[in-house]
């Protein structure tokens, strides 16, 4: 269990340290983080709201900090290549998140071609109807991918690698709030990069 602990403890230093220099994309992170909590407990009551929210609002802030304002050159905080950092992401690197939201963008088509998804779901009858079901599977897209990628680890690395990730992701929305509450208070200081990241490395 203590080993378990330490690797989530890399996982998430890694992931903060190459990955969350950007201020803009720190505050994101943290609208995201109170997206994703209440996206958590919208699903007990209502998945549909919470997919709808975890998706439109948590999943998008999040990847638009990622994608537009986190820099790409040179790591000189890190000694890292961009290139690099890819190559050694233990969950989603960028090209694996471009997959994913494609799937996501493109499930509604599914729903075109078969409105009951192979009798899964019931045929839609009204736009609410098709929202409704475009949530479902956007819902079922989510947990397929949490899954795929830990068990894709299973295989490429170890079994406590998968789980360490998964128990990152799901707690990620915790960790994110202790991290950057105070992102935007620095964003408006006019401070784009943080320079903790710089200080630890010293």
Do not use: C
């Not at 406590?160 to 915790?174: A, C, E, N």
């Amino acid at each position: 269990m203590n080993s378990f602990f330490k690797a989530l403890e890399s996982q998430r230093w890694d992931d903060h340290r190459y990955y969350h220099h950007s201020r803009i994309n720190q505050s994101l992170h943290f609208v995201s983080a109170i997206s994703f909590l209440s996206a958590y407990v919208m699903l007990f009551t209502n998945p549909v709201a919470a997919a709808l929210t975890g998706w439109l609002i948590a999943m998008t802030t999040r990847q638009t900090g990622h994608f537009f304002f986190e820099p790409k050159g040179y790591d000189e905080v890190n000694q890292a290549t961009h290139e690099h950092k890819e190559a050694i992401k233990v969950g989603y690197n960028l090209k694996r998140k471009i997959v994913l939201i494609a799937i996501w963008a493109l499930s509604p088509l599914l729903l075109y071609l078969d409105p009951t998804l192979f009798g899964i779901l019931k045929a839609h009858s009204n736009p609410v109807g098709f929202v409704r079901n475009v949530a479902l599977v956007w819902l079922a897209v989510g947990v397929g991918g949490l899954l795929f990628r830990t068990v894709h680890l299973f295989f490429l690395k170890d079994v406590q690698t998968g789980l360490v990730w998964l128990t990152k992701i799901l707690t990620d929305p915790f960790h994110d709030i202790k991290l950057y509450y105070k992102a935007p208070l620095f964003l408006l200081r006019g401070e784009l990069i943080d320079p903790a990241i710089s200080e630890r490395h010293a």
